[in-house]
């Protein structure tokens, strides 16, 4: 699954400047309550994205010249869904330390904003060429596009008011991609996406096209 540059670029951003308009809109309370990230409450879950785009800038200046060996979807394949019996542990409680560190669950938002700013920045000005990431080499837009799919997926988690339209729908083509097939078109974007992440559990009548699902975690 190859996303266009200019395609993930847009969805990217779009969702970028969402979550971080949402985030500034919650409130202490809501963001102490659970979030649909397994462990997590909403502020945590936040400090989990604050990470993700630090680590994200860096793979922004590792341009390379290396043949991509990896895309928008396959990607993904590396980061299969734990079983809900075994749970990263060490990774939920890191990221519950992090967070606990904060005098207010608010107070992350000087963090996550000017490091959202920097990776704005970055990913306005970078040429399309291949970037190095987590062991792999990707191409632009298909790197980009995860990240659309990262930050639609975790807007999902922290609220109820639906993620950058774009970003959904890569979201839920990469959804599509690890499972092989088309999802019905019966379902929203926001239910494949939901179903095929494991936040939600599929109903009887959607069991049957949801059997290889999630593929996402």
């Not at 604050?50 to 993904?76: I, K, N």
């Not at 704005?120 to 790197?143: C, E, I, M, N």
């Amino acid at each position: 699954m190859h996303v266009d540059p200019d395609e993930a670029r847009s969805a990217f951003l779009g969702q970028m400047d969402l979550l971080i308009g949402t985030a500034a809109e919650l409130s202490d309370q809501v963001l102490l309550a659970p979030s649909r990230c397994t462990g997590w409450t909403v502020s945590e879950t936040l400090v989990h994205v604050h990470q993700g785009l630090q680590e994200m800038l860096l793979g922004c200046v590792t341009a390379t010249d290396a043949r991509p060996d990896t895309d928008a979807a396959s990607y993904w394949r590396d980061f299969t869904p734990a079983e809900p019996a075994q749970p990263d542990i060490a990774g939920i409680q890191f990221v519950r330390r992090v967070a606990a560190a904060y005098q207010r669950p608010s107070d992350l938002l000087k963090h996550l904003t000017p490091t959202i700013d920097g990776v704005r920045a970055a990913v306005l000005t970078r040429k399309p060429s291949a970037v190095r990431f987590q062991g792999h080499v990707l191409p632009w837009g298909d790197f980009l596009a995860t990240w659309a799919v990262e930050l639609a997926v975790h807007h999902l988690d922290i609220t109820t008011s639906p993620p950058h339209a774009p970003a959904l729908r890569l979201a839920r083509r990469t959804v599509e991609a690890l499972a092989g097939e088309p999802l019905p078109t019966t379902w929203s974007d926001e239910t494949a996406v939901l179903l095929g992440t494991g936040r939600e559990t599929p109903t009887a009548d959607q069991s049957p096209p949801a059997a290889r699902l999630p593929v996402l975690g």
